[in-house]
């Protein structure tokens, strides 16, 4: 099936290649100040000379260059728009036989002379916006958001659902997301991605983007898409831009954050930064039943579990560009992060033998857990021309990663074993874990993309990864009377050492073709992947080599001015995280463990995808998707113990069908609202233990959030959702929602912002299910601290109306995100 349609997508791209292209003109042009400084994002429309109707928009780049394309024949003007500038017109100018392509004399803007009294706001970018091709959530204009941490505004997004029981998060129904961190490095692992979440805070975010199905420049990585969290980054013409936050929450305890934000430029150098800290003190609870019969009698044991957690984190981001002329731009980035996590909480475990209680052992836990990463990108764009090749020109980009990261959880078991009367029966166990991981992960990475024509692209790019993984696990034990004193004793069959590494080398080609009302977009990437997992304490090691086609098409057809239909095909992979492949042993209780498999294997996953959109605001989409080799977290359960091991495998395959609807409503001038429902059917079908594995279930996913805009710049938002039951691997899980509410006050001129906001009024996101597989029988629930109030407050010093995305992405986001 793939070698079909790739081989029909690259005769389609061949042919249309060398097709006559259709006649379109294109203008380039400067904009600079009075002072003849270039001018960055300043708004340019192109406008119809005969009525000055709207034709299409852009903005300037750094060096103040702007430039329209795929114009058809006609009559026209450029106009600037920029708060606090007069607006500027541009010479008629003629798009035709004899002129189709226009090089504009510079436009000069020149700063607003008089004072303005009053500014009113019509409209702003919503929290969330629906495209044919992705969903984008604006988080830095988001009221309900703010205060919060980066997996706290997941948790609201469309399509998303965020498993806090099994760490996973999952989009449109389909697991294995590669986030993104706008080019911030993260080594981590799944749970770890989850941790990392949990300590970015919402204020360092512009925006999330959330793409189902990525182009081939993209790494092959991630079978359910991309998640791409945007940073903030202010870009403005004046010499000093940024913003200072501070926020203070209160749930059960104390919650407090601030953060800066700065830019400033001086001629050809501009410079970023960010840093934020965040001391967020929370709760988390998990209970489990278990019930079997080991001896003929039932069984139940009862874990009830409750963990008191103090975490703080520090993270920066600081970069420079060095522009030394109008082509080139050389760029560095540096970014961290430092955090540190205590828990001091403690698991119950009561056993009941035919109903009578029989004996209960009591966990306590002293927790504690340390990151420090810090990464490095260098970068280099240069554009050869900026009007021989259609006006965009040929560009080459150039990037080199360096990151080194270190992780220490450090956690300490005491197990007390009591009769039903509460009597000690014996010495209490100890158990100390102590690990220390370090990761090293190069990478570099070009892209080139060369204009034919003013239809026709084709990029082309290569990348080189290399990680070192080195794990080394110490476990510890030694038992003792209550106030006893003895020494630690190393534990050789638990203590283990682990070292991993793998290198990926990536090319890929894409072209892409524009007509009048049709766009394709066909590419193809190649990706060689080699493996080495080797357990240092068992002697044992696990190569792996192997190489990968992976094809990509979109073709989107554009019906009169409110119609547009999409079609999209990928194939893409999903790696093991590093940490999956250690066959150590982790200990969550007495009754549960987790242990790696170093023989897990990639999955692979063909996805389609149908969309309609209407007005570029409702939006309609069909997806189907296979994946094989399916990577699972299982269950398995000693019957004579009742002590189940977590562990990962490849399952046979999973079948995903889902359908997607996003629509907009305005009930009145000052309130609209953006509803979402994406409902999918998925099946397994697989065996574990020799016991068939074949489920299938209809799942939904619902949103709905209103924003209501009120006189005296006061507004307010509130964001619903909810999560049908659903399953994954062995479990079956329950539904759940959250409702939030928030309010926002602007004053000082619009300076200052005070919002404040109520997280999940009524404590409903909660995580509750079963498993009922072979013998075993288990019902668990978790949930957290996720009901708090915040307030917080916002000031803005430079010219806010000039802020861009200006983002940088690196190139290990895949590896980053399997890092442990």
């Known amino acids: 099936m793939v070698k079909r349609v790739l081989i029909v997508a690259l005769l389609f791209v061949s042919g249309i290649l060398t097709a006559q292209p259709p006649q379109f003109g294109g203008v380039t042009g400067l904009v600079h100040d009075s002072g003849g400084s270039p001018l960055e994002l300043v708004t340019l429309l192109l406008l119809k000379a005969t009525d000055s109707t709207l034709v299409k928009g852009t903005v300037s780049n750094q060096q103040g260059v702007y430039e329209f394309e795929t114009i058809p024949a006609g009559t026209y003007l450029v106009a600037t728009s920029l708060v606090g500038f007069q607006k500027t017109y541009s010479r008629v100018f003629s798009v035709g036989e004899n002129q189709w392509n226009n090089q504009l004399p510079s436009l000069v803007v020149r700063e607003e002379a008089r004072q303005l009294s009053q500014v009113t706001v019509k409209a702003q970018k919503p929290f969330i916006e629906q495209q044919l091709d992705k969903t984008v959530l604006n988080v830095e204009n988001s009221i309900v958001a703010t205060g919060g941490t980066a997996l706290e505004v997941l948790e609201k997004a469309p399509g998303v659902v965020v498993d806090g029981q099994s760490d996973r998060i999952s989009l449109k129904g389909r697991d294995n997301v590669l986030v993104m961190i706008d080019g911030k490095p993260t080594y981590l692992s799944a749970a770890q991605v989850m941790d990392l979440l949990r300590n970015t805070p919402s204020n360092t975010i512009e925006a999330i983007e959330l793409i189902q199905n990525p182009p081939a420049r993209y790494d092959a990585a991630g079978n359910a898409g991309i998640i791409n969290i945007r940073l903030k980054r202010n870009r403005s013409a004046q010499r000093l831009n940024g913003n200072l936050t501070a926020g203070l929450g209160q ?39 278990r019930r079997l019969a080991p001896d003929g009698q039932p069984l139940l044991i009862r874990q009830e579990t409750y963990r008191p957690i103090q975490n703080t984190s520090h993270s920066f981001r600081f970069g420079t560009d060095f522009s030394p002329n109008r082509h080139s ?17 403690g698991t119950t475990s009561v056993l009941y033998k035919a109903g009578v209680l029989t004996s209960t052992e009591e966990t306590r836990n002293n927790n504690q857990r340390s990151i420090d990463r810090l990464a490095a990108n260098l970068n280099y764009r240069h554009r050869f021309d900026t009007t021989s ?15 080194d990261a270190s992780f220490r959880p450090l956690e300490q078991f005491e197990n007390r074993y009591l009769n039903p009367q509460g009597v000690e029966t014996g010495p209490r166990d100890f158990q100390r874990l102590h690990t220390v991981s370090k990761a090293l992960i190069r990478a570099a990475k070009a892209d080139y993309v060369h204009p034919i024509d003013r239809q026709t692209t084709v990029e082309v790019g290569w990348k080189s990864s290399f ?19 003895v020494p630690w004793q190393l534990d050789t069959s638990r203590t283990n050492q682990f070292e991993y590494r793998e290198m990926i080398h990536a090319g890929y080609l894409t072209g892409r073709r524009n007509w009048a009302n049709w766009t394709l977009q066909a590419g193809l990437r190649l990706e060689q992947t080699r493996t080495e997992a080797y357990s240092v304490t068992a002697h044992h090691t696990v190569k792996r080599s192997y190489l990968n086609l992976f094809p990509n098409v979109s073709l989107t057809r554009q019906v009169g001015k409110n119609h ?68 699972a977290d299982i269950n398995e359960q000693n019957n004579a113990t009742g002590v189940t091991r977590v562990t990962l495998v490849n399952l046979a395959k999973q079948t995903v069908l889902g359908l997607n609807l996003s629509t ?157």
């Open 389 to 403: 090749r259609g006006g965009k020109g040929r560009e080459l980009l150039l990037d080199v990663d360096y990151s």
């Open 329 to 345: 731009t050389i760029g560095l980035l540096l970014n961290g992060m430092n955090v540190g996590n205590r828990s001091q909480g």
């Open 251 to 289: 749930g059960r305890f104390l919650k407090y954050n601030t953060g800066l934000t700065l830019s400033a430029r001086t001629g050809p150098w501009s410079w970023f930064g960010t840093y934020a800290f965040d001391q967020r003190d929370y709760w988390s609870v998990a209970n489990i039943d």
């Open 564 to 631: 547009q239909f999409q079609y999209t095909f990928s194939r893409r992979i999903d790696r093991p995280d590093y940490q999956f492949l250690n066959p150590f042993i982790r200990i969550f209780s007495p009754y549960m463990y987790q242990q790696g498999n170093p023989y897990l294997k990639p999955q692979y996953t063909n996805a389609f995808q149908l969309g309609y959109s209407y007005k570029e605001e409702t939006t309609v989409s069909v997806s189907y998707a296979k994946t094989r080799d399916v990577i």
């Open 664 to 820: 907009p409503v305005r009930f009145t001038r000052w309130w609209s609202a953006r509803n979402t429902a994406n409902v999918s059917y998925s099946s397994y079908q697989s065996g574990v233990g020799g016991t068939p594995l074949n489920m299938a279930w209809t799942s939904a996913n619902l949103t709905s959030n209103h924003t209501f805009v009120f006189p005296h710049g006061l507004s307010a938002e509130l964001a619903a959702s909810y999560n049908s039951p659903y399953v994954y691997s062995q479990n079956k899980m329950r539904a759940y929602g959250q409702v939030s509410v928030g309010f926002q006050k602007s004053f000082w001129q619009k300076k200052a912002v005070l919002r404040f906001n109520w997280g999940d009024l009524f404590q409903t996101q909660r995580y509750r299910g079963t498993l009922q597989f072979q013998q075993m029988d288990f019902r668990f629930a978790s949930y957290a601290e996720t009901r708090v109030a915040r307030l917080t407050f916002t000031y803005h010093f430079g010219n806010r109306e000039l802020k861009g995305a200006g983002n940088r992405r690196t190139v290990s986001e895949e590896e980053q995100r399997r890092m442990n």
């Open 467 to 485: 990680v070192t993984l080195k794990n080394d696990l110490r476990f510890e034990t030694k038992r003792a009377e209550a106030g006893q004193t």
